[in-house]
């Protein structure tokens, strides 16, 4: 468990023992990477901002428990992205939405995380070669290199088994290597 895990759980305990202050450290800890994840899933940052108030509203009042309290982060990124998709349904007033259809944009992230440390800039090439990743494998790429996730708490946001978790990663990165090789960019995965 890293250590930002250890200190969510911290304040998660404390915050069930009566600390309010708690609480509201743990939502300043977590808000911009759920912003940030939830944007990448609908970009609307109304809707992202609005389904992170009601997750924590019920996590204040307490209306679920978690018996694995080292998992809330994961818990809750798996429940923006369940309040996302609701509101996205809710709003195309049709029941034909599909979870597998959100789009994941990685733009933003891979260039902050590859390309913003001075000397580079995002060419259309890289652009090109995340683009030819399925949005479930930029959603993975994204929670297990980004935000540093453990495969079981990937799994669990992207409701899959932890087999296919590392199923994906690994097809994820080899595509990526693939199509880096093709286009004959030097840097390394």
Not at 141 to 162: A, C, E, G
């Amino acid at each position: 468990m890293s250590v930002k895990e250890k200190h969510i759980q911290q304040l998660y305990f404390q915050f069930l023992r009566g600390n309010d202050k708690a609480f509201t450290k743990l939502y300043d800890l977590l808000f911009d990477d759920l912003m940030h994840y939830g944007w990448r899933l609908c970009g609307n940052k109304e809707i992202v901002e609005d389904a992170i108030q009601d997750i924590f509203i019920k996590l204040y009042q307490k209306s679920f428990t978690l018996n694995d309290s080292s998992r809330l982060r994961a818990f809750l990124f798996r429940a923006i992205k369940n309040s996302i998709f609701n509101q996205l349904l809710r709003d195309s007033r049709s029941t034909t939405l599909d979870l597998e259809s959100l789009e994941f944009t990685l733009n933003y992230t891979i260039e902050e995380s590859l390309f913003t440390k001075g000397e580079y800039s995002m060419t259309d090439e890289v652009k090109k070669i995340m683009d030819s990743l399925t949005e479930r494998q930029k959603e993975i790429i994204y929670l297990r290199f980004v935000h540093d996730m453990s495969i079981d708490d990937i799994s669990q946001i992207m409701d899959i088994n932890t087999q296919s978790a590392r199923n994906l990663i690994s097809r994820s990165l080899q595509k990526l290597r693939d199509n880096i090789s093709n286009a004959s960019i030097v840097f390394f995965i």
